[in-house]
């Protein structure tokens, strides 16, 4: 466990799960030991009984900057790839047995932004700012979202976002079906949060058909997010990309 991510129960939604981002001195940038944490707490919620819906949720203003980039910067300079630690949350993601919602205030960048391609059903604020800047990092695409956004936006929109880097706001994430409702601020928490109960109260048997008919084939997202990762990890190794993230951090 790390105090970066906290995961919990609430006591006023029965049955939730929730995973909350908790660095908000670094944006909520994700690191190792957090990608871990929320891998595990996916896991473990597929064999608890107690557990029927996950939300996901930041602090106020962020929702994750995506990956911490001392951490890719590290990984760049040792020759190393992406991290399992990554990898393993992404296919604790795509493999969920139960419902996974989130919820959206401010800054998504990255798997920021990638990880609500999972997740059921999202709701962001209106101040929300979604952006995958991978292209300009010297990177390629994460999370399977080359092959679930094209699918969900279409090409133009799922280039733009992946791609250009171009940032889309609440009310393009929600034109795109990234989001599925816009609240204001203060309302996503139990926006949520409620949302998730609700979902948690259904009969979960009937729920998880649902779910699986409506997903699809989840096998070949996860040899996407594969296939991703081999390119993500030669282009770590690049130096174009090193020369991005020292680029960067001298900002």
Known sequence: MTDHIIVEQPSAHPGVQLIRFNRPE????INRAMYRTMADALNAANTN????????????????????????????????GLEQEILDFLYALVNAEKPVVSGVDGLAIGIGTTIHLHCDLTIASS?????????????VPEAGSSLVAPRLMGHQRAFALLAAGEAFSAEEAKEA????????????????????????AKPPEALRIAR???????????????EEARYFSARLKSAEARAAFEAFMRR
């Open 26 to 29: 670094k944006k909520n940038a």
């Open 49 to 80: 009984p107690g557990i029927r819906a996950t939300a996901f949720l930041g602090t106020e203003g962020c929702f994750s900057a995506g990956n911490d980039l001392n951490d890719f910067l590290a990984a760049a300079m040792g020759g190393r």
């Open 177 to 200: 079906g990234l989001v599925w409702k816009v609240v204001e601020p203060g309302e996503v928490d139990a926006m949520t949060l409620g949302l998730a109960a609700k979902l948690a």
């Open 212 to 226: 699986d008919l409506t997903r699809g084939d989840r096998g070949e997202i996860i040899a996407r997010i594969d």
């Open 127 to 139: 101040r929300s700012q979604f952006r995958t800047p991978f292209v300009d990092l010297a990177l």
